[in-house]
């Protein structure tokens, strides 16, 4: 039940694309939803997070649509670039455990 | 404000050494947490502090790890008799104690541990 389920492993889209990330989640008591972008020999970073009550988010390129009935939420990144290729994480926490659980990730490679 | 910092960055050890990794959070972030992450796998969750107290620890965490907080301000985390297990990236985050930005963790860039 604590699991954060992500798809694709990895995914590959030209310039200009808008590559898509999926997570699911089975939890119900969690309420926050962020993602982080990581790149080699680096921290994760923070990207753009969202909660329950809200069905999207958007900040710059990135958008987080969230589906609270199917337990679902994933990351669109709009005209992609060359220098958006990293690791993508999604992850989830809950008010009762600050901790996050982390999918298992997404390579994404935006070829020029 | 210069971030999460993490030292040392790289730290190459024989089996059965003990070894101790330091990080300071961001300042005035009452949160800290410690994280391990092993190559192609997402971070997963070892203990969080808020302030000096450690609140929380995953069963990740054996008896040969340790965290401490003494004063609040930086942790360590000390890993003894190391075992070739260990070899992973010990990531720490840190974050503010309330409001809507109480959930933003920071991640440092993360000590890679390996052990020969």
């Known amino acids: 039940q604590q699991q954060v389920k992500q798809s694709p492993q990895s995914l590959i889209v030209q310039k200009g694309g808008i590559p898509i990330i999926n997570c699911a989640y089975e939890n119900t008591a969690f309420d926050y939803f962020p993602w982080y972008q990581q790149f080699p020999g680096k921290g994760p970073a923070l990207l753009i997070a969202i909660r329950p009550d809200v069905s999207e988010k958007k900040e710059g390129r990135f958008t987080i649509s969230f589906n609270k009935s199917a337990k679902q939420f994933s990351l669109h990144i709009m005209d992609s670039q060359p220098g958006d290729s990293a690791t993508y994480f999604c992850?989830?926490?809950?008010?009762?455990?600050?901790?996050?659980?982390f999918g298992s990730g997404t390579r994404l490679l935006v070829r020029p | 404000d210069t971030g999460v910092s993490q030292d040392p960055r790289h730290k190459i050890t024989k089996r059965g050494q003990n070894v101790t990794f330091r990080c300071d959070p961001i300042s005035e972030h009452n949160r800290l947490y410690w994280y391990r992450q092993t190559l192609g796998q997402g971070p997963e969750f070892l203990t969080y502090f808020q302030n000096e107290a450690q609140l929380e620890k995953s069963r990740l965490l054996s008896d040969r790890f340790s965290a401490e907080r003494p004063k609040g301000s930086f942790s360590t985390l000390e890993i003894q008799r190391t075992e070739q297990g260990d070899s992973a990236m010990y990531l720490c985050?840190?974050?503010?104690?309330?409001?809507?930005?109480?959930?933003?963790?920071?991640f440092g860039p993360g000590t890679r541990l390996t052990v020969t």
């Open positions: 985050a840190s974050s503010s104690l309330g409001g809507p930005s109480s959930y933003e963790q920071y």
């Open positions: 992850a989830a926490a809950m008010d009762s455990s600050y901790k996050l659980i």
